[in-house]
């Protein structure tokens, strides 16, 4: 919405970064913007929202809840740029539901950016994730008024798995690995390196969130993974092309991850320079 109010991206230096990116420069589609912001960011130039003179002392009325949140980290969005980096937002995809947004386990419903509707190509279009909001969650609400909702019976006792604390530091590793190994820029090595790791995860781990986790990353990593190609928000810079033969959408089950995780899990880890402690 900023972008489209005439708010430009710039980099340390003031440039206008994405000029030199695409001729609709901060218009551009998503993932060439994401792509563009991520490079500044890798590169060490960092990348900023500058708003100050398309909006300048206007930005609170027009965007009250944005100018909050800068206040409140210390930041004036109306005469200071604003720090950026790209978001899980912008990615396609999801829990595969019907018209009706029902999923593949009986009385489960699953609406919004967690599904995965058929609403959206390879990019995600601005206003298309709310709109799609709006229409699925009419037509689940719909469905289930119509359905008899099975009260759940009390679990047999041994079915309930106990659950031991949060590990801090295994879940931000998990969460580090998303951003750099499935992230804006992705290459085969890096997404079996982090297929790997979040099977040692899943299949270790007694903390019940952090293995369902796990489990959410390896299928998201296994279908990257197996698409070579490179579509809208899914670049593989192995594979930096599209590839006419894989113009469809794909829908990857947990078994077929698992069955990605096993033909990776004897692949020797690439070995990486270091270049300090």
């Not at 930005?59 to 005469?79: E, H, K, M, N, Q």
């Not at 270790?204 to 299928?219: D, E, K």
Request: aromatic share 4%.
């Amino acid at each position: 919405a900023l972008r489209g109010e005439g708010a430009t991206l710039i980099n340390g230096r003031g440039e206008r970064f994405m000029l030199a990116r695409d001729p609709l420069a901060e218009l551009a589609p998503r993932d060439i913007v994401a792509r563009g912001v991520f490079d500044e960011i890798a590169a060490g130039r960092g990348a900023f929202l500058d708003a100050t003179k398309a909006l300048g002392a206007k930005f609170a009325a027009r965007f009250p809840t944005v100018y909050a949140s800068c206040i409140a980290a210390g930041l004036d969005p109306a005469t200071q740029p604003i720090p950026i980096a790209p978001a899980a937002h912008y990615h396609m995809g999801g829990i595969a539901v019907d018209h009706h947004g029902r999923t593949s386990l009986k009385g489960l419903w699953a609406g919004g950016e967690v599904s995965s509707t058929g609403a959206h190509g390879a990019n995600r279009l601005a206003s298309n994730s709310l709109l799609e909001a709006v229409v699925y969650a009419a037509r689940i609400a719909d469905d289930i008024n119509g359905n008899p909702l099975a009260v759940a019976g009390r679990p047999r006792d041994g079915m309930i798995s106990r659950n031991s604390a949060m590990p801090p530091l295994r879940e931000a590793n998990l969460r580090a690995m998303m951003s750099s190994h499935v992230g804006v820029v992705r290459d085969g090595d890096d997404l079996a390196e982090a297929i790997r790791t979040f099977t040692v995860i899943e299949q270790t781990t007694g903390n019940i969130a952090l293995r369902n986790m796990a489990t959410t990353a390896l299928i998201v990593a296994a279908s990257a993974w197996s698409r070579c190609e490179s579509r809208g928000a899914h670049y593989r810079s192995d594979y930096p092309a599209e590839d006419p033969a894989q113009r469809h959408r794909t829908v990857t089950t947990l078994d077929e991850a698992r069955n990605i995780a096993a033909m990776v899990a004897d692949t020797a880890p690439r070995k990486r320079t270091s270049t300090g402690a």
